[in-house]
C-alpha cells in the first residue's frame, strides 16, 4: 500500500515552454503533498507544502509564479514550471501523507526535467 | 545551524560487511522522530526506518537497525551484511513537534554508499 506515482518520469522541453508534472496517491487519500527539488549529488530541497483545497506554502527563495501548485483533489497535486529555462533543469520529487499525526511520506518516483 | 548532520559523504564497504552511516541531529523539542531513506540511482526514495524520540529501544527492520543515542543526539544506521543493492545514498531526516513543523521533514546532505563486490 501507500504507493505514489509521478507522471512523467522524464521530460525534455524547450525554453520557454512550460511543463506539468503530476503527482498521484494511488491508494490512499493524500491530506498533504510535498514537492522537492534535488540537484545531483545533493539532498532534497523542500519546495512547496500543498493540502487539499487550499493554497500551496512555498518554501523560502521559491518563485510562487513560477512553480505552480494546485492540489486538486485527495489523490492528486500537479507542479507546474512555467516559462521554463535551462536552470529549471532538475529531478523533481513528490511524496505524501494521508493525514493524522503521521509523519511518514510516500514518495513518488520523481521527474526528471531537463530544459534545453 | 545546521539540524542534520550526516558527516560522510562517501563511503566504501566491502560486500557481507556490516557497515554504519553517522547522522546527528540539533533540535530542542522533547517530541521528535528520525527517519532513514535510501535512494537508489534510479532516483526513488525508499524508507527504510523510523525512531521516535520516545521509543525506548532502538528501532531495527530486517538488516537495518538505528542505533539510537538520545543524549548524544545520534541516530547512525547500521545495515548488516551489506549486499551489493545496498549501494545507494543514505539520508537521514528529522521531523520536529507537530504543532510548528506543518509535518514537513528536515533533511541531512546524504551519504553516498557503494559496495565493492
Known amino acids: 500500500g501507500a504507493v505514489v506515482s509521478q507522471h512523467p518520469s522524464w521530460v525534455i522541453c524547450k525554453s520557454g515552454t512550460s511543463v506539468k508534472i503530476e503527482c498521484r496517491s494511488l491508494?490512499?487519500?493524500?491530506?498533504?503533498m510535498f514537492w522537492y527539488r534535488q540537484f545531483p549529488k545533493q539532498s532534497l530541497m523542500l519546495m512547496a507544502t500543498?493540502?487539499?483545497?487550499?493554497?500551496?506554502?512555498?518554501e523560502q527563495g521559491v518563485e510562487k509564479d513560477k512553480f505552480l501548485i494546485n492540489h486538486a483533489s485527495l489523490t492528486l497535486s500537479t507542479l507546474t514550471v512555467t516559462s521554463a529555462h535551462p536552470e529549471d533543469s532538475s529531478f523533481y520529487i513528490c511524496?505524501?501523507?494521508?493525514?493524522?499525526?503521521?509523519?511518514?511520506?510516500?514518495f513518488g518516483p520523481g521527474t526528471r526535467l531537463t530544459v534545453t | 545551524a545546521q539540524k542534520i548532520t550526516q558527516t560522510q559523504p562517501g563511503m566504501f564497504v566491502q560486500e557481507k560487511e556490516a557497515v554504519t552511516l553517522d547522522c546527528t541531529y540539533d533540535?530542542?523539542?522533547?517530541?521528535?522522530?528520525l527517519f532513514w531513506y535510501k535512494q537508489p540511482s534510479s532516483g526513488e526514495m525508499i524508507f527504510l526506518i523510523y525512531?521516535?524520540?520516545?521509543d525506548e529501544q532502538n528501532a531495527t527492520e530486517g538488516r537495518y537497525s538505528l542505533n539510537f543515542q538520545k543524549a548524544r543526539k545520534s541516530a547512525n544506521l547500521v545495515i548488516s551484511a551489506s549486499q551489493l543493492g545496498d549501494s545507494a545514498m543514505y539520508f537521514c531526516?528529522?521531523?520536529?513537534?507537530?504543532?510548528?513543523?506543518?509535518?514537513?521533514?528536515?533533511w541531512g546532505a546524504g551519504t553516498k554508499l557503494i559496495i565493492k563486490p
Open positions: 511524496s505524501a501523507r494521508w493525514g493524522g499525526n503521521t509523519y511518514e511520506q510516500y
Open positions: 491508494d490512499f487519500q493524500a491530506t498533504t
Open positions: 525512531q521516535g524520540s520516545y
Open positions: 500543498s493540502n487539499e483545497g487550499s493554497k500551496a506554502t512555498y
Open positions: 533540535t530542542s523539542d522533547q517530541s521528535y522522530g
Open positions: 531526516a528529522m521531523r520536529e513537534a507537530f504543532m510548528d513543523s506543518n509535518y514537513q521533514l528536515i
